[in-house]
């Protein structure tokens, strides 16, 4: 064996070994949204925009497109960590294709976490942040809608 066949070998057996942890912890639906996140993408000039900044520091922005009172798409981005990611994409495909009363009934952290089997203590604001994120951006829409009838 040369020596990038050993490093190959080193790296294969590293990345084995990091997946081996993270299923110790994590539950296969959220792998499955950490490998394959869903929604994560900004959307250019949505209907709604929300940016919230958790206590960690990290953000999440959340873009959405609205039709007939219903989210027809949404995004979102993130400048926190994997399980962020895996929240935003949960949370984001459980409003999308929902009306705004039934998104925000459906979204919450205890949501998130239901669906994904629970996380390790120390993410659980990460799902914190994204039904915040979400439920802002929906909140924002509703009021300005009702705002404007008035
Ligand atoms: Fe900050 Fe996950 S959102 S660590």
Known sequence: ???????????????????????????????????????????ENPDVYAKVTGPCGDSMEMFLQMKDDTVSECGFQTDGCGTTIICGSVVTELAKKKSITQALSLVSADRILEILGGLPDPDVHCAQLAAETIRKALADYLSRKTGAKH
């Open 1 to 43: 064996m040369n020596k990038s066949d050993d490093l190959e070998k080193f790296a294969h057996d590293l990345q084995k070994q990091i997946l081996e942890q993270i299923k110790k912890q994590y539950s296969e639906v959220a792998i499955d949204h950490w490998q394959n996140p869903r929604n994560f993408k900004r959307i």
